[in-house]
């Protein structure tokens, strides 16, 4: 895959294509280099977000961070973001100086309509493998696990295992960590636990989320009307 796709049809096409794809399987390595990546609009947006809204996506491995602004290419619409800000989380993470050995992404793999969420195209796009973690599932569902460091549930979707909740610490609400490029559910919970020491959110996410919420703070406003 060399491009994005430019329109819903022919990304739901790509997402069939991936989803069916069977890439070889990764598997963590010792001291493996684990980056991350995060994406943000501008604030006080209107709805769910329209093409043209300012975005600034940012990558981090280790103390390395690069951030890119751009616009958004689409409106936002569930399980077709890779049209919104794709493109902008990829020229973030080949900004970086050397790449990583597996990505972290904010967004979802196969727990997808089509089993193929952004965090899973962005990694074929890139040929790295990567792991999704947010907040919330997407469409899958499993009990919440118990509040013990590293307590994990399946994430099931339409019988077949997609992620799994994980808790990274005591008293956090957990997230959901979802396979993706050439990972499974138990090798992304692998990755997050290699790179989570006592708090909730993975530090090259974390690092990679300051820096884009940095880049947008710090943003020339939009030029209003003159005073009379």
């Given amino acids: 895959m060399g491009r994005w796709p430019t329109s819903a049809e022919e ?27 995060f994406l943000c609009f501008e604030r006080g947006l209107r709805g769910p977000g329209r093409p043209g809204d300012r975005a600034w996506a940012a990558a981090a491995l280790g103390d390395v961070t690069a951030v890119v602004a751009g616009v958004a290419r689409a409106a936002y619409e569930p399980g077709l973001l890779a049209l919104r800000g794709g ?6 993470v080949r900004a970086l100086p050397r790449r ?23 990694g074929a796009v890139l040929d790295l493998p990567t792991v999704g973690v947010t907040h919330r599932a997407f469409l899958a569902a499993g009990e919440r696990p118990e509040d013990e460091p590293a307590g994990r549930r399946p994430l ?23 396979a993706a490029w050439r990972t499974d559910p138990d090798t992304a919970v692998d990755v997050l636990l290699a790179c989570t020491a006592g708090v909730r959110t993975p530090e ?8 884009a919420r940095a880049a947008r703070a710090t943003r020339r406003p939009r030029a209003g009307p003159k005073p009379p």
């Avoid at 739901?12 to 001291?31: D, F, M, N, S, V």
């Avoid at 972290?104 to 952004?118: I, K, Y």
């Avoid at 099931?156 to 979802?178: D, F, K, N, Q, Y």
């Fill in 156 to 178: 099931v979707l339409a019988g077949e295992v997609v992620g799994h909740w994980l808790r990274t610490s005591r008293g956090a609400r957990p997230l959901a960590i979802h």
């Fill in 204 to 211: 090259p996410l974390r690092r990679a989320r300051t820096t």
């Fill in 87 to 92: 493109c902008l989380l990829e020229r973030a």
């Fill in 100 to 122: 990583p050995d597996v990505l972290l992404v904010n967004a979802t793999g196969r727990d997808h309509p089509r089993r193929a969420g952004l965090a899973l195209q962005l």
């Fill in 11 to 37: 990304l739901i096409h790509e997402q069939a294509t991936l989803a069916a794809a069977t890439p070889p399987p990764w598997r963590l390595p010792l001291g493996a280099a684990v980056g991350g990546c």
